[in-house]
């Protein structure tokens, strides 16, 4: 494997080479001297193909069992409710919002950190993988005590006289905790690094070659950008949208903390599903689960197919 | 490195994109962050700890790290497992079980935390044969080691008490250890197992003394990881748990339970205790990293 032009300093987890791998052939049919004996391999192929059956399929399986417990009508019952509906245009809602900002801020990351050299981008590339190591409860704890009623801008949001600000502002009444907004803020920290650590180790191994070649062939940066970086980079920044994405659909703690749990107003699919559930109301908890859980099949589909055309195996993520 | 901000580059946008970059961490990371720290810096010494040393939090503490220890540790077993069986084997199926691993960061928390529920609570799928066995088992253990309190350690049920959280901890881990562990795997060159073969060592020596070592670095980072994201977790945790106080409740929720109370002093401390256990713990991660690296460099 070839080094890296620059090795990432983070204090979260590019775990090894942030760089495509070849995927060796497997070498179950090598030499008989490096293979283990029949009775370890029937070993472990029962202890892994178990483990992985009992934690994660079985899941999977009890979501869509229980949701359809009662039949297909009262599984499509559970989509009736008003409520639910305004839980799941709410979480699109946030979705729709977060997204698109940590993507537009991936781009424009992954562009100074891998075409230039300056002093601290090591810190800078630590700093942005930052909100992985915070528990998603703190995420939202920090907006509470910025926006909060007792908050640091909590006292100028709302309605009344305020002498530095003038008199449209203070006549707005301004919720951002337990309302939308703060949802969409705790949304946007917990899915902060996604597109930009996909982008950044992809950006920095393809190097800049191409660009210089477009500058000198007389197009402008936005030229080059659109018609250069943006092909190649393309699958790597679908695929940290897709994995921003499904984080985002499916953020519970953080959101949970700012959204004050308003029925039918600031409830996520979710913190709906929270609810549902306290109320014994199974059937429809596990059919809204349902939907998201197919998100998350969706989404891995998708990982496996760019991870298939790029021969390639992932680093974890940290997304503590 | 350059000795002024702006890099000689003929590239364009490079003041547009850190400018950009640098305004949106502060606005949307830093400064909140920041507020957590502020907030208790303006509490006394006294107050501060007399919110984070309470007995119920400090058993909050002990439980969060105790738990997500014992399942970083069976993840980091099963894991080297998986990850082997994943690289090594070809089967039909092969490639579904490894896009399967993905599904504790695909599917949401609250689902997960739910959905293990249904299977552990008594009258659930796996619970129902399941829990009657472990309350025997607690029984038995209990009647030969009576010094031990083990119905307090192990819990009296599997959902609803420490079991769960073990359980939903172990569900949320495991991904960590097999990503980390795949690629060095993979690389891991054959060479090196002839070589031990022919110099006599069997298959368990050469998996113990050659592999092992090789690949220990590794492990142990996927163990960090999976350990770091466990005491953060909230959302699969909360609905198996039980949340007795000092007993089957964990940190974060010491921590939304205090926000309940409207008691945010208490809260940020509490959480400023989590940041900074988690900023140390990324910081070994990131040495362990550096050492994984070093090793596996050729």
């Known amino acids: 494997m070839e080094p890296p032009l620059f090795r990432r300093l983070t204090v979260s987890a590019v775990t090894t080479a942030p760089f495509p791998v070849k995927r060796a052939p497997t070498r179950a049919a090598g030499p008989r001297v490096v293979r283990n004996p029949v009775w370890v391999r029937v070993l472990f192929m029962t202890l892994a193909l178990g483990f992985v059956g009992i934690f994660l399929v079985l899941p999977l399986v ?130 902060f690094p996604f597109v930009a650590r996909e982008l950044i180790p992809l950006m920095q191994a393809q190097g800049s070659d191409e660009e210089y070649a477009a500058l000198t062939l007389g197009a402008n940066g936005w030229q080059t950008f659109w018609h250069v970086t943006l ?90 | 490195m350059a000795p002024t901000i702006r890099p000689r580059s003929v590239l364009p946008g490079f003041g547009l994109s850190l400018g950009f970059t640098l305004a949106y961490l502060g606005l949307i990371v830093l400064i909140p962050l920041s507020a957590a720290f502020l907030k208790i810096a303006g509490m006394s010494w006294h107050d501060f700890v007399a919110a984070v040393a309470s007995p119920r939090v400090v058993a909050s503490y002990r439980l969060s790290f105790g738990v997500s220890l014992a399942a970083a540790l069976v993840n980091a077993f099963f894991g080297f497992i998986v990850a082997w069986v994943l690289v090594r084997y070809t089967f039909p199926g092969r490639r579904i079980v490894d896009a399967l691993v993905d599904l504790p960061f695909a599917l949401p928390t ?17 619970g129902q044969w399941l829990d009657p066995l472990w309350v025997r088992g607690v029984g038995r253990l209990a009647a030969f080691v009576p010094w031990i309190d083990w119905k307090s350690w192990l819990g009296g049920t599997i959902a609803f008490d420490r079991p769960g959280i073990f359980i939903a901890l172990t569900f949320i881990g495991l991904p960590f250890v097999v990503r980390t562990l795949q690629p060095v795997l993979i690389e891991l060159e054959p060479e090196l197992e002839e070589a031990a073969a022919t110099l006599g060592a069997n298959r368990w020596q050469t998996m113990t003394r050659v592999i092992l070592p090789e690949v220990f670095p590794a492990m142990l980072t996927g163990f960090a990881l999976a350990f770091a994201r466990a005491i953060g977790e909230y959302g699969s945790v909360v609905f198996i748990a039980g949340n007795q106080p000092a007993h089957s409740e964990i940190t974060p929720l010491i921590i939304i339970t205090k926000l309940e109370q409207y008691d945010y002093r208490g809260a940020t401390a509490v959480a400023v205790v989590m940041l900074v256990a988690s900023f140390f713990l990324l910081f070994a991660i990131n040495l362990l990293q550096k050492w994984s690296r070093r090793f596996s460099a050729v």
Not at chain 1, 255 to 270: A, D, F, K, Q, Y
Not at chain 2, 110 to 126: D, F
């Open chain 1, 62 to 191: 009890a979501v869509f069992g229980e949701a359809l417990r009662k039949g297909l009508g009262a599984y499509f019952k559970a989509f009736a409710d008003s409520d639910a509906r305004s839980a799941i245009r709410l979480t699109l809602t946030a979705a729709a919002i977060a997204v698109p900002s940590n993507l537009a801020f991936g781009i424009a990351a992954s562009w100074c950190i891998a075409k230039f050299n300056f002093r601290g981008k090591s810190l800078l590339t630590t700093l942005i993988d930052l909100p992985f190591a915070v528990s998603p409860v703190i995420s939202g704890l920090i907006y509470v005590l910025v926006f909060g009623a007792q908050g640091w801008l909590g006292p100028y949001l709302g309605a009344g006289d305020h002498p530095c600000f003038g008199e449209w502002f203070n006549q707005q009444d301004i919720k951002i905790i337990f309302a939308v907004p703060g949802i969409v803020l705790a949304t946007i920290f917990v899915t």
């Open chain 2, 110 to 126: 609250a689902v997960a935390g739910i959905a293990l529920t249904a299977i552990y609570a008594k009258n659930g799928w796996v």
């Open chain 1, 231 to 320: 092909p190649n980079i393309k699958w790597g920044l679908f695929y940290g949208v897709i994995l921003c994405n499904a984080r985002a659909m499916g953020e519970f703690g953080a959101v949970s903390v700012v959204s004050g749990h308003i029925r039918g107003e600031t409830n996520t699919m979710p913190l709906h599903i929270e609810i549902l559930y306290n109320e014994y109301n199974f059937v429809a908890a596990f059919a809204v689960s349902s939907l998201l859980a197919m998100l998350g099949l969706v989404t891995l589909v998708l990982k496996s197919f760019i991870e298939w055309r790029h021969q390639r195996v992932r680093p974890a993520n940290v997304t503590a």
